[in-house]
């Protein structure tokens, strides 16, 4: 059997229906709202505009943002790596290094400047990956879709990008393209549905990241860096 895969589903519910007496139901109708009011904030905003928002919230949130491009990206990923005195990174397995040119950042760059850099490969298996994310000083992906509103990236985990590249290394690094930003959780949301509605295959972990961890359960006391990265960077890539 495989894991994760229903078995017998609509045999079962008729099943419940039956006892219960209840029929089949109809196709569901997506509600109409005669308000929407979600849809309103930041709608008007520039592509532009939406980086100031997006930088702005970052300082709030305890995230160290910066706008380069991509010419200039490797060289602002060095930065951020020499400021963190990093010995190992630890990137997602994901084709859009190699769209954005980084291919000799990491497989010779990294390297000759005495820094381990591993790729999540499902090859590994899921400790050995695993493993290579609690001893990385920095994990590094790409962000699918940014919210400026919260200062989130939303990642979408699969067999090449292991939720645990941005969640056990010391500090994270999230590159984000700028056309991969939106208003809010409202556009991210309605983003992922047309997807499903597509027909495209979703994964079942989407993470919704806000910088570092945070926690202020005890005390009211704000602590950084509780269950997670203690330090985040957001690189805004401005021509992609």
């Given at each position: 059997?495989?894991i994760g895969?229903i078995y017998?589903?609509?045999k079962?519910?008729?099943?419940?229906?039956?006892?219960?007496?209840r029929?089949?139901?109809?196709?569901?109708?997506?509600?109409?709202?005669?308000?929407?009011?979600?849809?309103?904030?930041?709608k008007?905003?520039?592509?532009?505009e939406?980086?100031?928002?997006?930088?702005k919230?970052c300082?709030?949130?305890?995230?160290?943002?910066?706008?380069?491009?991509?010419?200039?990206l490797?060289d602002?990923?060095h930065?951020?790596?020499?400021?963190?005195?990093?010995k190992?990174?630890?990137?997602?397995?994901?084709?859009?290094?190699?769209?954005?040119?980084l291919?000799?950042?990491?497989k010779?760059?990294?390297?000759?400047?005495?820094?381990?850099?591993?790729?999540?490969d499902?090859?590994?298996g899921?400790?050995k990956n695993?493993a290579?994310?609690?001893?990385?000083d920095?994990?590094?992906?790409?962000s699918?879709?940014?919210?400026?509103e919260?200062?989130?990236?939303v990642?979408?985990?699969h067999?090449?990008?292991?939720?645990?590249v941005s969640?056990l290394?010391t500090?994270y690094?999230?590159?984000?393209p700028k056309?991969?930003i939106?208003?809010?959780?409202?556009?991210?949301t309605?983003?992922?549905?047309r997807?499903?509605?597509r027909?495209?295959?979703?994964p079942?972990?989407?993470n919704?990241?806000?910088?570092?961890?945070?926690?202020?359960?005890?005390?009211?006391?704000l602590v950084v860096?509780?269950?997670?990265?203690?330090?985040?960077?957001?690189?805004?890539?401005?021509?992609?």
């Open positions: 059997m495989a895969q017998n589903r609509d079962f519910l008729q099943r419940i229906r039956s006892k219960l007496n029929p089949k139901p109809e196709k569901l109708a997506r509600p109409s709202w005669p308000h929407a009011p979600q849809h309103e904030v930041l008007d905003l520039t592509q532009d939406l980086v100031e928002v997006l930088i919230q300082a709030l949130i305890h995230t160290e943002a910066c706008k380069t491009s991509s010419e200039n490797a602002t990923l930065g951020i790596i020499q400021k963190e005195a990093a190992s990174v630890i990137a997602a397995n994901d084709k859009r290094f190699e769209q954005f040119g291919q000799h950042f990491f010779q760059q990294l390297p000759e400047n005495g820094c381990i850099v591993h790729e999540w499902p090859a590994l899921r400790e695993i290579n994310a609690e001893q990385a920095i994990g590094i992906t790409f699918d879709i940014t919210l400026a919260s200062g989130t990236v990642l979408f985990s067999a090449n990008t292991g939720r645990t969640l290394p500090a690094v999230a590159i984000i056309s991969t939106v208003p809010r959780m409202t556009q991210a309605a983003e992922i549905h997807r499903v509605q027909g495209e295959a979703i079942s972990c989407i919704f990241i806000s910088g570092p961890s945070n926690s202020a359960d005890i005390e009211m006391n860096g509780v269950h997670g990265p203690v330090r985040a960077y957001y690189v805004i890539v401005m021509d992609k």
